[in-house]
């Protein structure tokens, strides 16, 4: 699409530099031997005026101009060749090189077809002195006919040349463009590699893999081993793990390399790696106990008394209920990891949620605390709801919404060890129910704010996970508000302990009857649809 500029500039710098050059000429042969014959002063002027036009015609903005404007300096030419041959005592036939070179630079500058135009001007110029003078030549009718076509043929071919390459050029540039175009839109990186290992050129995707903005790309090596044709390698950028394949081009001695970014599947590897060694353990330590106590029934049920039995008895069903919970979240993380979750969105009314999912955690929480190893913690954790007088209805899931406030609830206890006050507050935020969860607990380490919902993350000491658990319960919780257009974000509370918060659309419709909030111990609705299921 720049073709047609880039010729009209070109052309017409090229005619003006054909004009010095011939005023230059005319100059020097003014001044050589043999030419006593000339009228000095008149080619002197002619020659002036050519060199004038030419630096005239090198300051023009072609581009700007029509192409066939180019024509005006095929037109100055031939005036000038006419005053030489009239006035300066010149022979036309002298003058008809300078005729060849006009028709050669229109093949050049002009597209097919310009010197069939421009021949009559040139017939016209050509005979012009002939005609004026008293005895013209006899051949001037006769040299006519052979010089002009002869120029014009010349123009022709020229054009037609010139013409072929342009379209040859055009269609690789356009195939060149459609290539590169291919290569950019690419989501993995393609380098190209000259024969002396730096890039030659390479895409958008390559530069943003590599971190390195594109023209310091170029020239340059790549930040990584590149290996033989079809060899793949693995190598670290940054923070980023990238995957490299190179192909060699026999022909040029380049090397086409692509590059991938494989850090998510190392992620998920080594999250793949923890999972199966956190899982093994928190099976491990129930199914331990399960076999242990049920073993010691088996063999000494007779010797026991009633209380060892159901001390038994009791551990043998809390190792039971944890592996089910476990196995629950298990389930849960996966149908939400893989965003297979399909929330059952309604309008409802948000503080009956709050109040049952409370009530729930809170018949969870005095369970944990008959645990071995957690004695009293119910005792020691005071569980709060805090929500506005005018009803909150908002667009959502009632069921998701309480597991999620559950999970909150629960967390909260598990990482304050030493008891305190554990709030549930909800409030209105523009379009937005604005729900948190406070404790003073351990609160969240430097740095863990984000990943803290990415799977198998916990807080504390990750290295003996002394806290137990997958970590799998706040990733669940994000995939449970965002599948209902909210957010979940957490922050260290300056008083110390840890705040989460999560949001809900609210919904335009009338708020549902209200449900009374339930009492330690009654079944939430969740838990009567489940046991009703």
């Known amino acids: 699409m720049h073709a047609v500029p880039v010729r009209r500039a070109a052309g017409g710098r090229q005619g003006g530099r054909l004009l010095l050059a011939a005023g230059a000429f005319t100059l020097v042969n003014n001044y050589i031997p043999g030419s006593a014959h000339l009228d000095v002063r008149v080619l002197n002027l002619v020659a002036v005026l050519a060199l004038l036009l030419g630096a005239v015609c090198l300051v023009v903005p072609w581009d700007r101009l029509p192409l066939r404007a180019q024509l005006v300096v095929v037109l100055a030419a031939f005036v000038l060749l006419v005053a030489g041959t009239r006035y300066g005592d010149v022979s036309p036939y002298s003058y008809a090189t300078y005729y060849v070179v006009v028709f050669v630079w229109v093949g050049i500058a002009q597209p097919p077809g310009t010197s ?28 006519v006919t052979v010089a002009i076509p002869v120029c014009v043929l010349v123009g022709e071919v020229l054009a037609r040349q010139v013409a072929r390459l342009e379209q040859s050029r055009a ?26 290992g730096t890039v030659a050129s390479c895409n958008d995707a390559a530069a943003t893999l590599l971190d390195v903005p594109r023209d310091a790309l170029l020239g340059a090596r790549p930040p990584f081993e590149v290996g033989g044709s079809g060899d793949v390698l693995h190598s670290t950028v940054g923070s980023r793990w990238l995957e490299t394949v190179a192909t060699e081009l026999e022909d040029t001695g380049e090397r ?35 076999k242990g106590y049920v073993h010691v029934l088996q063999r000494r049920w ?12 009791a551990t043998v069903a809390e190792r039971t209920d944890a592996l089910v919970a476990l196995t629950e979240h298990l389930l849960l993380g996966a149908r939400a990891g893989a965003a297979r979750h399909s929330a059952d969105t309604r309008p409802f009314e948000l503080s009956s949620a709050l109040s049952s999912a409370l009530t729930s955690a809170q018949a969870s929480v005095m369970a944990s605390g008959a645990s071995p190893g957690r004695p009293d913690a119910a ?39 030493r008891g305190g006050r554990v709030r549930v507050s909800a409030r209105q935020a523009g379009a937005y129910a604005a729900v948190e969860v406070t404790d003073e607990g351990i609160g969240i380490p430097d740095g863990g704010g984000d990943a803290l919902f990415a799977p198998f993350f916990q807080a504390g000491d990750t290295n003996t996970r002394e806290y137990g658990g997958v970590g799998l319960g706040l990733y669940i919780v994000r995939q449970l508000v965002e599948a209902q257009g909210g957010t979940v974000t957490a922050d260290n509370r300056p008083e ?8 809900v659309p609210l919904s335009a419709q009338s708020p549902p009857a209200a449900r009374p909030p339930l009492t330690a111990g009654q079944a939430s609705p969740a838990e009567q649809r489940a046991q009703a299921g």
């Open 379 to 417: 005792g020691r954790h005071r569980l709060e709801l805090d929500v506005p007088p005018t009803p909150l209805v908002v667009l959502g899931d009632p069921l998701s919404v309480e597991h999620i406030v559950r999970q909150l609830v629960e967390n909260a206890v598990k990482y304050s060890p």
């Open 171 to 196: 269609a690789a540039v356009a195939r060149s463009e459609h290539e590169q175009a291919v290569v950019d839109v690419l989501a993995d990186g393609v380098l190209v590699l000259a024969p002396d």
């Open 302 to 313: 007779d010797v026991l008394d009633d209380e060892r039995r159901r001390a038994a008895l």
């Open 496 to 503: 110390g302990g840890a705040v989460v918060r999560f949001t």
């Open 256 to 290: 086409v390399v692509a590059v991938r970014d494989i850090s998510r599947h190392r992620a998920l590897d080594e999250a793949k790696d923890l999972f199966l060694a956190t899982t093994s353990h928190e099976l491990r330590t129930p199914l331990t106990a399960i």
């Open 116 to 143: 069939l135009w421009i021949a009559p001007a040139a017939v016209v110029a050509y005979l012009l002195p002939f005609l004026t003078v008293d005895e013209p030549p006899d051949t001037a009718i006769g040299s």
